[in-house]
């Protein structure tokens, strides 16, 4: 399993473009969550999903989008971009099976807007 | 709106030394608690989880402690090694909406 991968790794762009981060996973995991990191701020939840067709917002989704059309993917999209949303940005699947609950976070994208 | 705390921010320790990083939250109604570790330009790796319902969890050097009445966790690391130089941080919840994370504790292990 490749786990959950993120795409791109870094990313630069200028005010007002737009751009989708991908995120994916194999292991066929229902549940799947953006978060943001800043320095002093730790990770904030952005959007989950709790499956396919089903979204719903975290503690910051102002200017984010996202869709679940597959169990697998989980892109998340910046409609106008800001500096404001320089970040790192991690997505992640939860597993529950077994009595367990973890959670499994991608490598991250280090976005920059200038 | 539940908020989680991590001292100290940072900490460095010769090899050998056990420690402890702290964690407190404010709204002792948890979901559970969860350790993770994340090391430089990476992501999130997950080290202990500690249901509602239990008072600790053990992995290897690793144990983890809970008491919701407090409204603290504890990650307690034995016999420290430079290989546990990263950043660790608590994080309450699990629910639907998601995960509320501390600000972490960045340990260095002085070889």
């Known amino acids: 399993n490749a786990g959950v991968t993120q795409t791109p790794k870094f990313q630069v762009l200028k005010t007002g473009q737009s751009m989708t981060l991908q995120c994916a996973q194999d292991?066929?995991?229902?549940?799947m969550s953006w978060y943001r990191q800043d320095p002093g701020m730790g990770l904030r939840l952005i959007h989950y999903?709790?499956?396919?067709?089903?979204?719903d917002q975290g503690e910051v989704p102002n200017g984010y989008n996202v869709s679940r059309s597959t169990t697998e993917d989980f892109p998340l999209r910046l409609l106008s971009a800001a500096p404001s949303q320089t970040s790192v940005y991690f997505c992640?699947?939860?597993?529950?099976?077994?009595?367990?609950?973890?959670?499994?976070f991608g490598p991250g994208t280090r976005l920059t807007v200038l | 709106k539940q908020e989680v705390t991590q001292i100290p921010a940072a900490l460095s320790v010769p090899e050998g030394e056990n420690l402890v990083l702290n964690c407190s939250f404010t709204?002792?109604?948890?979901?559970?608690l969860q350790w993770f570790r994340q090391d430089p330009g990476k992501g999130l790796t997950s080290l202990l989880l500690?249901?509602?319902?239990?008072r600790e969890q053990t992995s290897g050097r690793l144990n983890a402690s809970l008491d919701k009445s407090s409204g603290r966790s504890t990650l307690y690391i034995a016999a420290s090694q430079p290989g546990d130089s990263a950043t660790y941080l608590c994080?309450?919840?699990?629910?639907?909406?998601?995960?509320?994370f501390g600000k972490g504790t960045h340990l260095i292990i002085q070889p």
């Open positions: 992640a699947s939860r597993s529950m099976a077994g009595g367990t609950d973890t959670q499994y």
């Open positions: 292991m066929n995991h229902e549940y």
């Open positions: 999903s709790v499956g396919a067709g089903i979204t």
């Open positions: 709204d002792s109604a948890i979901y559970n």
């Open positions: 500690i249901q509602s319902s239990q």
């Open positions: 994080a309450e919840g699990g629910g639907a909406d998601g995960l509320t």
